[in-house]
């Protein structure tokens, strides 16, 4: 890998590192050419401490490793994407990232929905006095029960089948949308959730 160690005067390179899971932007570091052969070779992510004029490798006193899976150079070759399997918390101050985000899966809007879904849920078990201003459709399924939000899920399911035959692709995408919204609240209803899904997929992948 022909680094350009030499663009900046202190021979460093910026690392960022990111997790090759949940694709998270963990942390920045820096590198100079001592830390990378060591990353390399020791599969544990090694910087160069800039405060403390030394190698440092991650995790070294906290345990938590930034254990090594790829390394990628950019365009112009001083700037490293270094992809990692985390080992606990990464940044000093104990969060996930150092932006202070949770090293969680994100599916974009749906993962917005699934968390709305999961506030419905949450609102269904409160009190009907305290919630009557409240209630919403997803609440009204909640409080219905299993049984009814399986047989949503069926019917939709049914409905996306027919509109599948038909050339109508608005009413197909539509009834999707329909079968995949109330799939996730049948999901949260037994208690689990997409990252439950995408897992043994993976595993069956």
Known sequence: ????????????????????????VLMLGYMNEEAFLKTNESKKVTF????KNRLWTKG???GNFLNLISIELDCDRDTL????????????KGTDTCWGENNDFNYGFLSELEGIINQRKKLSETEPELRKENDSYVV????????????KVGEEAIETVIEAK?????????ESADLLFHYLILLKAKGFGLDDIVEILKKRH
């Open 48 to 51: 160069f401490s800039r405060t």
């Open 166 to 174: 038909d050339e109508n692709d608005e009413l197909f995408l539509n």
């Open 81 to 92: 994407l270094i992809m990692v399997e985390s080992e606990g918390p990464v940044c000093h």
């Open 60 to 62: 070294e006193e906290s």
């Open 1 to 24: 890998m022909n680094i350009d160690f030499n663009k900046n005067k202190d021979g460093l390179v910026p690392a960022i590192i990111q997790d090759s899971e949940t694709r998270k």
């Open 140 to 151: 009204s399924l909640f409080d219905k029960g299993i049984n009814k939000i399986a047989q």
